[in-house]
Every structure is written in structure tokens, then in C-alpha cells.
């Protein structure tokens, strides 16, 4: 081998595994936080009565409260039951005291409706409170929705967003809000501003989820030219397209519990059948049946980040073709990075030891993701 060709050769492998050592390097989704977080909110009511339903990272709400690592490190959702119940005072306060609804520069006073339940999104713990508010005054005008949870003072996490989807006195709409824009008015929302957060909401939770990032890289390990990666990837994204938007719509409701630990689970068996059946007969059919069949449960996860499962939410279909438009972007962009390096590795030698280099941490670390997940749903 020509010097040059091997140097391009150290270069290629270098920056493969760097990128596969950079995703590997994120915490799993079921096992911690990232360094930052998206808190939920469904506002719903008329007159002067609404109700809020709030959906946080159960050991961020945790240890924002300030409780003990008993109560943060709690897994299991009947033992993370048991802690918000037995927290409930603190929690409650920590939760109304940034999260306000206000009619006429007043405030609305809240009060807790229910027990705290835990459930799975994103294979993580999210602790699910619903609060009560009762709004002084007269009985029209717009509300405003303001959020200060988890904010970057409090150097838990940084940069936390709050997805709020909203039904009050017929208005209904969704924002996301952050620290330089917190509040909402549920009087009418401005469609392009809402229209670019939603792409790029689409465009980082791709970038940033390292399951589907390595779901994709899994699908580029096995393809063999460019013909290939262009119908597996049509075939991913028409899939998970009509998911994310059967669900995101209410039309298709599938649990948290199960869908999470299934992508785990197909990334290991796409990461091994790139590897082992690369060069067999038919395993061009066998990767596009593969990344359309496991493409619709990567749907049913991106429609689980927006946090919308009601059947009204077609109302809010553009925003959620903005966001699924992010992640087609961004996984074009991904595509376009990563596959000429493999291209080029492939026409070494060093392929049969680089791509099951590769392959075996990919395959570890999701059978990790899957039972950890499954043992988060428990």
C-alpha cells in the first residue's frame, strides 16, 4: 500500500471512530439526562378553570426540588411513585413556583389535582403532575403561560425547553418556550416563528438522539453503494414519516414501554445484518423490508419527543411536518458526512477488521439501551 493510501486510510478509520466514540460517549437515553431537557406541558380549560399536565425528567425534577439521592435515584416506576407521593409538598412547590398561568396580569393559584405518575418517553423516567388553576376576574382575554423549570442557575442541566400545546376558550396552538422567550399568549401564535422552532426541534432531536443516530449509522454500515443508501434511507423515512404522524395525531397509541426497548433492539439486529449479510444474495431486499418494518417504531419515538398524542393535534399538522422535515435534513446532512468515509474504508483491506470494529459497540451498547429501558418501564 502506497503511502499516501495509507495515510488517507489512518485518516478515514481516525475519524470514523472518532464520530462512533462521540456518539457512544452520550449518555443513554434511559440512563441519564442529557446535559440538557425538554419539559411538556397540555394546557386545557375555559372560563376562569384550566388545568395543566405537566410531564418532567423525574430525577431532574428530583433533584431540582432539592431531595435526597433516595428520592433522585429511585428506579422503578412503583418506587418513583412512591417518592413523588411521599415529596409531593416539595415538588408541588418547586413546579408552581415556574410554571404560571396569569389572566389580566393576575395570577391564576394553583393547586395539585391527583397523585404524581411516572411514565416512560424517550426511554426516560418522566414524573406526570396535573395542576388545577383558578383564575380571578372576568372571564375573557387571553391567558399567558409562562416557564423558568430547570433553568440554567440551577446547573443541573442547561438550555431547557418547554413544549406547550394549549386548548383554552377554543384557541388551541402549541410554542416552545425558553429562557429568552418564556411566556405564550393563547390568543393566536405566530406560525413561522412556530414553524422554525418545530424544524428545529426535528433537526436536534436526530442530531442529538444517539439511538437513531446510531440506527443510521447501523443502515450505512451495511450498504454497499450509493443506489443503496439512497432506497434505504427513502425506505426509513417513508416509514417512520407515516408513524410520526399516525401517532403524533392520536390516530395510532402505542406505549412508551414498548417502543423504546424495540429501537434499541433493531439497532443491534440491523448493525449485525449490515455486517454478516452485506455481501449475500438478496440482502438489498432483506435491508429495505428491514429499515421500513423497524422505520415505523423510529416513528412512533419522534412523534413520542413532541409530546402531542391527542387526536386534536391534527390542528396542529403543520408543526409537526416542520419538525419531521428537521430530521429528514438533518439525517441528509448525516448521510452525506458519514458515507464516502465508509465508501473509502470499504476499498481497503482494513474493512474486515474496521466495520466489525464498528459494529460490535454498536451492538453492545444497544442490547445495554434495550434491557435498561425495559427495566425503566418495570
Same mark, same amino acid.
Given at each position: 500500500?502506497?503511502?499516501p ?7 478515514t478509520?481516525?475519524?470514523?471512530l ?6 457512544l ?6 440512563a441519564?439526562?442529557?446535559?440538557t431537557s425538554?419539559?411538556?406541558a397540555e ?11 405537566l ?5 431532574l425534577?428530583?433533584k431540582?426540588? @432539592?431531595?435526597?439521592?433516595e ?8 418506587? !418513583? ?17 415556574r ?17 404524581? $405518575?411516572v411514565? $416512560?418517553?424517550?426511554g ?45 376558550d377554543?384557541?388551541?396552538?402549541? !410554542?416552545?418556550l425558553?429562557?429568552a ?21 426535528g ?17 450505512l ?7 443503496d443508501? /439512497?432506497?434505504?434511507a ?15 395525531t392520536?390516530l ?14 433493531s439497532i443491534a439486529?440491523?448493525?449485525l ?11 438489498d431486499r @432483506?435491508?429495505?423490508?428491514a ?5 415505523l417504531v423510529?416513528?412512533?419515538g ?20 416542520s ?9 441528509? /446532512?448525516l448521510?452525506a ?13 482494513? !474493512?474486515?477488521w ?5 459494529? /460490535? ?7 445495554? @439501551?434495550?434491557w ?7
Amino acid at each position: 500500500m502506497s503511502r499516501p493510501r495509507a495515510r488517507r486510510l489512518r485518516a478515514t478509520l481516525a475519524a470514523l471512530l472518532t464520530a462512533l466514540a462521540a456518539l457512544l460517549a452520550l449518555p443513554a437515553p434511559a440512563a441519564a439526562h442529557d446535559a440538557t431537557s425538554t419539559a411538556y406541558a397540555e394546557v386545557r380549560g375555559t372560563a376562569r378553570h384550566l388545568e395543566a399536565t405537566l410531564d418532567l425528567e423525574y430525577d431532574l425534577l428530583m433533584k431540582s426540588a @432539592w431531595l435526597y439521592a433516595e428520592a433522585y435515584e429511585a428506579k422503578g416506576r412503583t418506587e !418513583q411513585r412512591r417518592q413523588l407521593k411521599a415529596n409531593a409538598e416539595a415538588v408541588t412547590g418547586y413546579v408552581t413556583e415556574r410554571f404560571a398561568i396569569t389572566r389580566d396580569d393576575t395570577d391564576c393559584a394553583p393547586r395539585r389535582v391527583g397523585d404524581a $405518575d411516572v411514565r $416512560d418517553r424517550g426511554g426516560r423516567a418522566f414524573a406526570v403532575l396535573t395542576l388545577a388553576y383558578d383564575c380571578p376576574g372576568p372571564a375573557d382575554g387571553p391567558y399567558r403561560v409562562s416557564s423558568a423549570l430547570f433553568p440554567d442557575a440551577e446547573t443541573f442541566v442547561h438550555s431547557t425547553r418547554t413544549i406547550v400545546h394549549y386548548d383554552v376558550d377554543g384557541h388551541r396552538g402549541s !410554542q416552545v418556550l425558553t429562557a429568552a422567550e418564556p411566556t405564550l399568549t393563547t390568543d393566536g401564535a405566530d406560525e413561522p416563528r412556530q414553524l422554525g422552532e418545530f424544524f428545529v426541534l426535528g433537526a436536534e432531536h436526530l442530531l442529538f438522539g444517539p439511538d437513531h443516530l446510531l440506527f443510521l449509522l447501523s443502515l450505512l454500515i451495511g450498504a454497499r453503494g450509493l443506489r443503496d443508501v /439512497v432506497g434505504t434511507a427513502t425506505a426509513f423515512t417513508a416509514a417512520h414519516s407515516v408513524t410520526f404522524l399516525l401517532a403524533a395525531t392520536g390516530l395510532v397509541t402505542v406505549p412508551g414501554a414498548v417502543v423504546e426497548p424495540v429501537i434499541a433492539a433493531s439497532i443491534a439486529v440491523v448493525a449485525l445484518a449490515g455486517l454478516l449479510l452485506r455481501d449475500r444474495r438478496g440482502s438489498d431486499r @432483506w435491508r429495505l423490508t428491514a429499515a421500513f418494518g423497524f422505520g415505523l417504531v423510529h416513528g412512533l419515538g419522534f412523534a413520542g419527543a413532541l409530546g402531542i398524542n391527542e387526536s386534536r393535534s391534527w390542528e396542529l399538522l403543520l408543526s409537526l411536518l416542520s419538525f419531521n422535515v428537521g430530521i429528514e435534513v438533518m439525517q441528509l /446532512v448525516l448521510i452525506a458526512g458519514a458515507f464516502p468515509l465508509l465508501r473509502l474504508l470499504r476499498r481497503t483491506p482494513a !474493512q474486515r477488521w474496521a466495520l466489525p470494529a464498528l459494529t /460490535v459497540p454498536i451492538v453492545l451498547v444497544s442490547l445495554y @439501551w434495550c434491557w435498561d429501558r425495559t427495566a425503566v418501564a418495570l
